[in-house]
């Protein structure tokens, strides 16, 4: 409705927000309080934010004389021990696994919900919804490493295996009753993937700034963030990468075949003064971009893998040129001799769009709840169910939404 494109939420930020700081208390996030970053907060973050790598601090020096503002962003990291794990400790580590706990991952909810009393079944694959004819969702069924097929019955279902699987899971549970499958009765499951698009960058800067120390992230460019020029490209958000370059400096220097002690010189120059650029890429919706079962690709157990229609359109290449201008910029501020683009797009993995929520049943999955239009016992959690993408991290968003969720079941039982 403000720019003309893309679809609108069911609900606003300001119901949101309050979920959004359960989410950041449950998941353990450390934010700057004394930062704008341009979503109002009524409540401090549960932890202070972690503090700037030298790196980050001289990037923001520098691109400050220039008018371009670097924020440091949220995370979920711990700043103190925090709900049973460490602080962070600066391993510089945290993809793909933080190797202390410092960071949140899903496993320590899953203890929670174990301690809790419910029974985790590992291994177990769910291959079909069950409903009967009046819409509520009888049972799933799951199938072992072996093949051994187990049905499963319930007052309430949580489907919550992400915005890949569940669609794909949903389009496969197809009965007389609902022949395009469960919760499908607008035709959107699986349509309207998106990702945060991104493209990247480096350069080498004139002086050492040693990335490599701390987290492997630690702030962020929001000038592309939101504004009219929506209506015609998309926002981007500029990531600076804190993570030890020695790996890739390493593998270049080799190609130019240096040895001995002119090898060490030229990685350890490299590494001091390499900086690494990324762009989160916002995509609108776009029904064709979707998730099929495969009507002939077979995973081990002889059920279909997921299919994935996906294009890029003009308004994501609009911001990725915006987004190879910031680079040049910096690398010049930051007094590179060139800069070193790749342009091809890449993933980010915040998936969204594929069980859009919305007020119509005939253009959305769920409703503002993310309980299914057609089974009112039926929630889905998970990045799939936002209709948008913007330029931020999906995570904090789904996390909310599945608490906002969970109470209304909660409630209701």
């Avoid at 020096?61 to 962003?73: M, Q, S």
């Avoid at 945290?94 to 079944?121: H, L």
């Avoid at 490209?233 to 020695?246: D, E, G, L, M, Y």
Wanted: aromatic share 8%.
């Amino acid at each position: 409705s403000l720019y003309g494109v893309g679809v609108d939420w069911p609900i606003g930020y300001d119901t949101l927000e309050p979920w959004y700081y359960e989410a950041e208390v449950e998941i353990g996030v450390a934010g700057p309080d004394d930062e704008d970053l341009g979503s109002p907060r009524t409540k401090p973050y549960p932890m202070t934010k972690q503090p700037l790598s030298y790196y980050d601090r001289r990037l923001r020096e520098v691109l400050a004389a220039d008018g371009l503002h670097l924020v440091t962003e949220p995370q979920a990291r711990n700043t103190r021990p925090y709900d049973g794990r460490p602080t962070c400790c600066g391993n510089n580590n945290c993809s793909p696994i933080c190797p202390i706990e410092a960071q949140f991952i899903g496993p320590a909810a899953v203890r929670k919900a174990d301690a809790a009393g419910a029974r985790v079944v590992a291994n177990a694959v769910v291959h079909r919804i069950e409903a009967d004819d009046r819409g509520r969702i009888q049972a799933v069924h799951y199938k072992e490493p072996d093949g051994r097929s187990h049905r499963i019955v319930g007052q309430y279902f949580v489907l919550a295996a992400n915005g890949i699987e569940t669609p794909k899971l949903m389009l496969m549970s197809t009965s007389p009753r609902f022949p395009q499958g469960i919760g499908n009765g607008s035709g959107l499951v699986g349509c309207h993937l998106c990702d945060h698009v991104g493209t990247s960058a480096y350069c080498y800067g004139r002086e050492a700034l040693w990335p490599g120390r701390g987290p492997m992230r630690l702030s962020c460019l929001m000038e592309e963030r939101d504004g009219p020029f929506r209506a015609r490209r998309a926002a981007v958000k500029i990531n600076f990468s804190n993570s030890s370059p020695f790996r890739a400096v390493t593998a270049e220097v080799l190609a130019l075949g240096l040895t001995g002690d002119a090898l060490d010189r030229e990685i350890r120059d490299r590494a001091a003064r390499r900086i690494g650029m990324a762009a989160f890429i916002e995509q609108l919706p776009r029904r064709e971009n979707r998730v099929l079962p495969s009507a002939t690709a077979r995973d081990a157990l002889g059920l279909p893998k997921p299919e994935i229609r996906y294009a890029i359109d003009d308004y994501v290449r609009g911001g990725a040129a915006v987004a190879r201008q910031y680079y040049g910029r910096i690398g010049r501020l930051m007094g590179a001799r060139e800069v070193h683009y790749h342009d091809e797009f890449a993933g980010n993995n915040h998936i969204t769009g594929t069980l859009m929520m919305g007020q119509d049943p005939a253009t959305s999955v769920v409703d503002a709840e993310t309980r299914s239009h057609d089974h009112p016992n039926l929630f889905l959690a998970g990045t799939g169910v936002m209709p948008t993408t913007a330029t931020v991290n999906s995570t904090l968003t789904a996390v909310a939404l599945a608490l906002r969720a969970a109470a209304r079941i909660a409630a209701e039982l």
